[in-house]
């Protein structure tokens, strides 16, 4: 006799798949409270990472010193060497000893590509002195400062500096002004840098966004929708 589903009554059919779900719920439930049971690829959506400068690391484990001592190798190690081992894992203790896997920078450290501008807040004007560090050719302006214009500044100061981004022509923020008027028009490269990393009125700082070296070349780009050539501004950074 074959088995075939269609033989068996509706009745046994339901039966069978309310205890299917049945088994499926006991098998989900631990003794645990706080466990979710059966989950479905949980790696999805539990990380299993440690999240930075949080206490995780089992410093007052009472077997922190053994552990560390079989990972140095010390029961194989020479009696000479017994000793340096029991003070590197000391040394470890202490370092850890607050229960913290991530360290904290060193205060005053400086990230890698986030120099901090030599001008305090404050004064504007005080950045005109400022020389632009970087070379200017057609590849950091017109291509690259282009390309990273595109990303942090378009939507608000326009393709072409006119003030007329995406954001300003759904009257989300005011108007900025266009680079190639007025006293915009004269702002030194020093000072275009200087609007970038602190912000000025409606524009936040973009300091933590953008890197120094990202930030000139933007500040290149500025200088073309000033109205100035590429020849023009290569002649004037010469260094006299």
Same mark, same amino acid.
């Given at each position: ?32 409270? +706080? ?27 009472? +077997? ?5 001592? +079989?990972?140095? *190798?010390? +029961?194989?190690? =020479? ?25 904290? =920078? ?11 501008? $030599? ?13 632009? =560090? ?70 936040? $700082? ?20 000033? *109205? ?13």
């Amino acid at each position: 006799m074959n088995f075939n589903l269609t033989n068996i009554p509706n009745i046994l059919k339901n039966g069978f798949i309310a205890l299917l779900f049945l088994v499926f719920g006991l098998v989900s439930c631990t003794e645990n409270p +706080d466990s979710p049971g059966v989950e479905y690829m949980p790696d999805m959506y539990r990380a299993t990472g440690y999240e930075a400068y949080l206490k995780k690391y089992d410093i007052d484990s009472a +077997d922190f010193f053994k552990r560390n001592l +079989d990972k140095f *190798g010390y +029961d194989k190690a =020479p009696d000479s060497l017994k000793l340096a081992i029991k003070q590197e894992v000391q040394e470890l203790y202490n370092v850890f000893s607050g229960g913290l896997v991530t360290r904290k =920078p060193v205060k005053g450290s400086i990230a890698k590509g986030k120099k901090p501008f $030599s001008i305090p807040k404050g004064d504007r004007s005080l950045a005109k002195s400022v020389k632009m =560090p970087l070379p200017y050719s057609e590849t950091s302006a017109l291509v690259e400062g282009k390309a990273y214009y595109g990303m942090f500044c378009v939507h608000c100061h326009g393709p072409k500096g006119e003030g007329k981004g995406s954001l300003i022509k759904k009257e989300l923020f005011l108007k900025p002004p266009a680079y190639n008027n007025g006293s915009t028009k004269e702002l030194t490269p020093g000072e275009i840098y200087y609007t970038i990393y602190y912000g000025k009125g409606m524009m936040g $700082s973009h300091a933590s966004q953008i890197v120094e070296e990202k930030r000139w070349k933007i500040v290149q780009y500025v200088q073309t929708l000033q *109205g100035n050539s590429l020849e023009d501004l290569q002649s004037n950074n010469v260094e006299e």
